[in-house]
Nanobody
């Protein structure tokens, strides 16, 4: 399965964007799909995840209540709806897929074996 992330762009603080992570050559039916982000000069950080097998969803505290992760009914696209964006949300956002991840490992980017390219989100103040 190949992952393709899209939907980034420039938005003013308080605005919204929706990122998409599309799978080609297969579906996400057995995966955990997550979004990570990396701001300039900072380490990659976990944003949100969706475990397909039981619909377990997790969010970083910094985005909880503002971001929503979801999937389509065909199991081949995962979305990240980002509302009330802040300048500190500016980063390159990447989606990743992993298999058989337990809850305690979901936030660890090293546990994901399949990565899409990043999409840049810039939030202006």
């Amino acid at each position: 399965v190949q992952l393709q992330a899209s939907g980034g762009g420039l938005v003013q603080a308080g605005g919204s964007l929706r990122l998409s992570c599309a799978a080609s050559g297969g579906t996400f039916s057995r995966n955990t799909v997550a979004w990570f982000r990396q701001a300039a000069g900072k380490e990659r950080e976990f944003v949100a995840s969706f475990r397909m097998t039981d619909r377990n969803i997790a969010y970083a505290d910094s985005v909880k209540g503002r971001f929503t992760i979801s999937r389509d009914n065909a199991w081949n696209t995962v979305y990240l709806q980002m509302n009330s964006l802040k300048p500190e949300d500016t980063a390159v956002y990447s989606c990743a897929a992993g298999e058989r991840l337990i809850v305690s490992s979901i936030r660890n980017h090293g546990m994901y074996h399949n990565w899409g390219q990043g999409t840049l989100v810039t939030v202006s103040s």
